[in-house]
Nanobody
Framework: VQLVESGGGLVQPGGSLRLSCATS????????MNWYRQAPGKEREKVAG????????FYDDSVKGRFTISRDNAKNTVYLQMNSLKLEDTAVYYC????????WGQGTQVTVSS
């Protein structure tokens, strides 16, 4: 199982980023996927989730209305569109396959700063 996140960067408050997570080693289309983040000095937290066919999504209250999770089962990839970014969104972002709990990618750094 491999999870490879990309798309992070430095952005000003109010800006946008689109994260991608390319997966391999399992049948992606069969499983739900999540995005987590970990800010310095804080525990890793779940911010968004999506079911296997994308029919249902979950968002933490802190990102609801600003972030959108989506997936392309043909590309084995899950995305996180992040709009109206805030300073407190600064973190390393990880994708996660709950059916394969021992696997994490390297994460992608998102820094929101003016």
């Amino acid at each position: 199982v491999q999870l490879v996140e990309s798309g992070g960067g430095l952005v000003q408050p109010g800006g946008s980023l689109r994260l991608s997570c390319a997966t391999s080693g399992f049948t992606f289309s069969r499983y739900a996927m999540n995005w987590y983040r970990q800010a310095p000095g804080k525990e890793r937290e779940k911010v968004a989730g999506i079911t296997s066919v994308g029919g249902s999504t979950f968002y933490d209250d802190s990102v609801k209305g600003r972030f959108t999770i989506s997936r392309d089962n043909a590309k084995n990839t899950v995305y996180l569109q992040m709009n109206s970014l805030k300073l407190e969104d600064t973190a390393v972002y990880y994708c996660y396959a709950p059916n394969y709990p021992n696997y994490w990618g390297q994460g992608t750094q998102v820094t929101v700063s003016s």
